[in-house]
């Protein structure tokens, strides 16, 4: 998921957490979507079926506002992840609690949630449109806080808001190369207060297993592409190589020193002839094999 659309969808369900609530008042509903300049939110994000499978930090903050040709004012909400940094403007309609976000084209900014939306409700139009899912009451740093969560249909993310703290976390059923993976709530300084604990290691990779592994090839069997996921423990000469069913060496993937952590590897086979193959992984004093499956 780009990080553009991850903040675009920040706004979206925020607003539509806001709201969520029968009955709630206005100042209620922008309590699940705080937008004041200063405020920050840090995550930890990792493959959802491994608890300690942590990839790295990263950080959603209001730097600032800005005035857009349009005439309107707007914050600046910029997330950073390794490598990467995503800049997105949103502004927040007070008398109806309504959450735009600016494009610059035509329209030149779209709607992408009500913060008074209700459970089960649909707003926006495609493909901004998102409904919520449940309102319920969890556990944000340690205490309880009112929640709601929200998402635009099976398969897509759903992303979990606090009273009082915004986005508390994203669940990604489909993430990169077809793994679930989560965003986890670490910090927020929210309006001058502070929830959670600051991690330091902002953007830094994090030890993600304490073992060696080679994971199957997904999909399998694949056409003529697929993705080749291993675990590394520590920084490793890696060789990553596929073999066809006599044994011949058809294809080196990887011949590098890694840093430790999970490393996704794609593969065409679009060359290749329909069969079996396998592909082998060695890491330091670490072999290890598996088979795909190319059909044509």
């Not at 949103?90 to 610059?104: F, H, K, P, S, W």
């Not at 998102?130 to 929200?150: E, K, Q």
């Not at 011949?255 to 430790?260: K, L, M, R």
Request: neutral net charge; aromatic residues 14%.
């Amino acid at each position: 998921m780009g990080m553009r659309t991850f903040l675009l969808r920040i706004g979206l369900l925020l607003t539509l957490s806001a709201g969520a609530l029968n009955g709630q008042s206005l100042d209620s509903a922008l309590a699940y979507f705080p937008l004041a300049t200063g405020d920050l939110w840090q995550f930890r994000y990792r493959v959802a079926t491994c608890t300690d499978c942590y990839l790295y930090y990263f950080t959603l903050g209001v730097e600032g506002d800005t005035l857009m040709p349009n005439g309107r004012a707007y914050k600046i909400q910029v997330e950073r992840r390794p490598g990467t940094t995503t800049v997105a403007y949103l502004r927040i309609d007070i008398l109806g609690a309504n959450v735009y976000q600016y494009y610059g084209g035509t329209p030149d900014e779209f709607l992408i949630d009500s913060l008074r939306a209700r459970p089960g409700q649909r707003f926006g139009t495609f493909p901004l449109y998102r409904f919520c899912w449940s309102a319920a009451s969890d556990t944000v740093a340690g205490l309880p806080y009112s929640t709601i969560s929200f998402g635009s249909g099976i398969g897509s993310p759903v992303y979990t808001y606090a009273y009082g703290i915004g986005l508390a976390g994203v669940y990604e059923p489909e993430g990169a190369n077809g793994f679930p993976y989560s965003s986890d709530f670490v910090y927020a300084r929210v309006n001058g207060r502070e929830y959670g604990t600051l991690a330091s290691a902002v953007g830094d990779r994090l030890k993600l297993t304490s073992r060696f592994e080679l994971s199957q090839n997904y999909p399998n069997p694949f056409n003529p592409a697929t993705t080749i996921r291993y675990a590394l423990p520590q920084r490793s000469h890696v060789t990553l190589t596929v073999f066809n069913a006599l044994g011949q060496q058809v294809a080196t993937l990887v011949n590098e020193s890694q840093d430790p952590g999970f490393h996704d590897v794609p593969f065409n086979g679009g060359g290749l002839a329909s069969g079996v193959y396998i592909y082998r992984l060695q890491a330091g004093e670490y072999v290890q094999s598996r088979t795909l499956v190319l059909l044509k």
